[in-house]
């Protein structure tokens, strides 16, 4: 089991003496020639955003060890969660808290030290920095100080969740958690109707049924995908349109882990044009209303660009003379 595998590796780096030594173990572990005389043996001073695995543990990149044994403190969004991230590899970096309810009061201190000098490493609990967590703040802060910001790519939930879910990839929209109360939920779900991109969420294992119901409501019947645990030993992947999931786990149960909703855009994976689809809908609000008010309907319904119906609407009013 990879996860095993890799706090194993991490035991045997304690032994070595962590530091470089053990991004040369976990190069060993892969097969692979150690990489360090491919990067610079200093760090140079700035803030460093590193990603983290998001579950497996053997989905550390051989950087991103680099650098969290390289650096002058880890900042942290849990120092336990990062800890066991470190001990695992050997590597004892120093840990320092930055998370929602110190993030204020702890930045200026951060400024001051990424001002003398001094190279950081920003890491939240799993995943890329910054997607749902305090990180930006800190960031758009030292791009205004002149402080040089780094990204060491990694995990991204949202991501394998999109690479998994089987849905258009070729456009997509990160929308993070929606409000906790229904009311609020849909006033948001409005918001991203109209965007013809595969849209992605976080969400709770107790708010999802409800979420999902919201979706239906709001968005018609896409498809979409439900991912839990991603990387981890039970990760799923569940399918089918909005309201069949929704149903599905109001029947269950709110489901163990972590979950990301991926939901296709309006119309599915066909064209932006709406298609055959389109026709139909326009047809029939053209046979009982006016232009502008047929327009208006369909592309409320559908979550079309309303310019996009509205020329459909002109060349099917042609085409019939």
Not at 92 to 114: F, G, Q, T, W
Request: proline fraction near 6%; charged fraction near 20%.
């Amino acid at each position: 089991m990879p996860r095993e595998k890799a706090a194993g590796a991490g035991k045997r780096a304690k032994k070595s003496g962590g530091g470089t030594g053990a991004v040369s173990l976990a190069a060993r572990a892969f097969g692979q020639e150690p990489i360090e005389a491919a990067l610079p043996s200093k760090l140079a001073p700035g803030l460093y955003v590193v990603s983290t695995p998001i579950g497996n543990l053997g989905d550390i990149t051989l950087r991103a060890l680099k650098t969290l044994a390289s650096v002058s403190a880890v900042l942290c969004e849990d120092t336990r969660v990062t800890g066991k991230l470190l001990a695992a590899y050997g590597i004892s970096a120093r840990k320092i808290p930055y998370h929602d309810h110190n993030a204020a009061e702890a930045r200026p201190e951060i400024l001051r030290r990424l001002k003398a000098g001094e190279a950081l490493a920003l890491v939240s609990d799993a995943g890329t920095p910054l997607v749902s967590d305090p990180g930006y703040k800190l960031v758009r802060a030292a791009i205004g100080e002149g402080v040089a910001v780094t990204a060491i790519p990694g995990a991204s939930a949202a991501l394998a969740s999109l690479v998994l879910s089987g849905l258009p990839p070729d456009a997509f929209a990160f929308a993070g958690f929606l409000p906790p109360k229904s009311a609020a939920r849909k006033r948001a779900l409005r918001e991203w109707k109209s965007v013809h991109a595969t849209l992605l969420f976080y969400e709770s294992a107790t708010r999802l049924a409800a979420s999902l119901a919201d979706m239906a409501e709001m968005l018609g019947a896409r498809p979409a995908a439900v991912t839990r645990e991603l990387t981890k030993l039970y990760e799923e992947v569940r399918r089918g349109n909005l309201a069949e999931l929704a149903a599905f786990y109001r029947a269950q149960g709110a489901p163990k882990g972590e979950m990301v909703v991926a939901v296709g855009p309006p119309g599915g994976d066909a064209d932006p044009s709406g298609g055959e689809a389109l026709d139909r809908d326009l047809a029939a609000a053209l046979s009982r209303t006016s232009l502008r008010q047929a327009v208006a309907e369909v592309a409320a319904a559908t979550g079309l660009p309303r310019r996009v119906v509205y020329a459909r609407a002109l060349q099917l009013k042609g085409e019939q003379g």
